[in-house]
Every structure is written in C-alpha cells, then in structure tokens.
C-alpha cells in the first residue's frame, strides 16, 4: 500500500509495521513490570510417525500432547525484580502454613517500611518478630492472621509460590502503531541468578510453562499519530482525485 504526504511530494511504501524491544512492554497478571529485559516462549508437541509392515515410510502422523515453555531475563536493581512488585497484590499471594513463612529480620530499619519476602513490614533493628506480634499489629501484612488459623495468606517469597497469571505484552513505535499479544495461565518453575566480579549489571533468570499463546495482533493506529495524519492525508488525496462515476 502507497502513503503519499500531500504537497511533501514524497511517497511511502509499506505493507507492515515493525517494534523494537523498546517499543513493548509487560503486564504480569495486571501489573506492570518494569525490569523485564527479555520474554521468550517456545511451542512443541508430540508428533508420531505411524509404520506398517512392508514398508518404511510412515503411512501416517499421529499427533498427541502440546507443550508452551518459555524464559524471562530481569534486571535487578536492588530488589527482586518481580516478587516486590507483586507484594502488594492479593491476586499474587500464596497460602502458606504459619511455619512455612519466612522472614528476613537483617535489613529492617527502626520505623521503615522495607519489604521482606515481598511484605512490607515495620520493625526495629535486631528484633524478633513472633506470630504474637503479627496479631497485635495487623500492619505487618497478614491481616488474615488470628490465633485459631494455621495457614496465612502472604506474598510469595519465591517466584514458584506465585499463583499462574497471565501477560500481556503491547507494542507502540514511534510512528503510533500498535500491537499486542498474551500469554495465559503462566506458572513459574525455575528462578536462577548469579553475580562475579566481572558483571557490570545483575540479573534474573526464569523459567515458565502456560496453557495457551495468542499471537500478535494488530490494534491499530495511536490518534493524531504521524501514520494517522499520513493515512488520513492520502484517503482524502485518493477520494478527491477518484473519477465521478
């Protein structure tokens, strides 16, 4: 298809749009996820060929189980990079027994709010916080807490505890097209990370499996974009000049 600029007398040609991988971003079950660096997925499934006797070519392919895998690579600045920002969902928290949830008492500062496993909790430096504390103040994150219950509802604190979300991940260039694809039912199995003396930069590793992919799609055009005005521009150059029947 030809876009022509009226007056500009320049014409251009294009049949597609393109992104880059400063044009997308990641929503994470809702939430936006600003220290993604790179998303990948892979599709596999069990195909069969089918033999007889007397010949050995396959008579047929016999088609069975489909699998969707993926990894993700994060930046870590100085915290998690994907657990802190899903702390304060309740969609993201994971039922635990009360003996089961962890905290790290190394970092909490008098009267800050820091967050440990992902909770934000306020304490003094160098004590204990029992499950006595966390019924008389409410405030450390675990509202659901009472004596009688067993089990606690609390962000994870380790990306496999995650509940399965699903991603959305949209594209807008600079010239205003846009395009987005998802990702459902995502569950996290394996989380790696690693630093030397060499490393300019940190990161996170992790793996994921899902049920289903729905492949990039296009949405359209950003209003009052360059390519908007440019489109508009040439249907009405291309109307004006359309012979009256």
Same mark, same amino acid.
């Given at each position: 298809?030809?876009?022509?600029?009226?007056? %500009?007398?320049?014409?251009? %040609?294009?049949?597609?749009?393109?992104?880059?991988?400063?044009?997308?971003?990641?929503?994470?079950?809702?939430?936006?996820?600003?220290?993604?660096?790179?998303?990948?997925?892979?599709?596999?499934r069990e195909k069969a060929p089918i033999y007889t006797m007397g010949d050995p070519d396959p008579r047929a392919f016999s088609r069975g189980k489909r699998a969707i895998a993926g990894s993700?690579?994060?930046?870590?600045?100085?915290?998690?990079?994907?657990?802190?920002?899903?702390?304060?969902? %309740?969609?993201?928290?994971?039922?635990?027994?009360?003996?089961?949830?962890?905290?790290?008492?190394?970092?909490?500062?008098a009267g800050e709010q820091i967050p440990l496993t992902g909770v934000l909790v306020a304490g003094t430096l160098g004590s204990d916080i029992t499950t006595d504390d966390v019924t008389a103040n409410p405030t450390l994150g675990f509202e659901t807490y009472t004596d009688n219950a067993d089990q606690l509802a609390v962000p994870a604190f380790y990306s496999d505890q995650v509940p399965p979300f699903d991603i959305d991940v949209f594209a807008a260039n600079e010239y205003g097209a846009k395009a987005e694809m998802k990702i459902i039912h995502v569950e996290?199995?394996?989380?790696?990370?690693?630093?030397?003396?060499?490393?300019?930069?940190?990161?996170?590793?992790?793996?994921?499996?899902?049920?289903?992919?729905?492949?990039?799609?296009?949405?359209?055009?950003?209003?009052?974009s360059y390519l908007s005005k440019l489109s508009a521009v040439t249907s009405t150059s291309t109307s004006s000049t359309s012979p009256t029947p």
């Amino acid at each position: 298809m030809a876009l022509s600029m009226a007056g %500009s007398g320049t014409t251009f %040609s294009r049949s597609n749009h393109s992104f880059s991988g400063v044009d997308i971003k990641a929503v994470f079950g809702g939430i936006p996820i600003g220290t993604l660096q790179a998303l990948s997925y892979a599709i596999t499934r069990e195909k069969a060929p089918i033999y007889t006797m007397g010949d050995p070519d396959p008579r047929a392919f016999s088609r069975g189980k489909r699998a969707i895998a993926g990894s993700m690579v994060f930046i870590l600045f100085d915290r998690d990079p994907l657990l802190y920002y899903m702390a304060n969902s %309740s969609a993201m928290q994971v039922t635990l027994d009360q003996d089961q949830v962890r905290w790290d008492l190394t970092k909490v500062n008098a009267g800050e709010q820091i967050p440990l496993t992902g909770v934000l909790v306020a304490g003094t430096l160098g004590s204990d916080i029992t499950t006595d504390d966390v019924t008389a103040n409410p405030t450390l994150g675990f509202e659901t807490y009472t004596d009688n219950a067993d089990q606690l509802a609390v962000p994870a604190f380790y990306s496999d505890q995650v509940p399965p979300f699903d991603i959305d991940v949209f594209a807008a260039n600079e010239y205003g097209a846009k395009a987005e694809m998802k990702i459902i039912h995502v569950e996290l199995t394996d989380e790696g990370h690693g630093m030397s003396v060499d490393d300019v930069q940190l990161g996170k590793q992790m793996k994921w499996i899902g049920r289903y992919v729905f492949p990039w799609t296009y949405t359209g055009l950003t209003e009052n974009s360059y390519l908007s005005k440019l489109s508009a521009v040439t249907s009405t150059s291309t109307s004006s000049t359309s012979p009256t029947p």
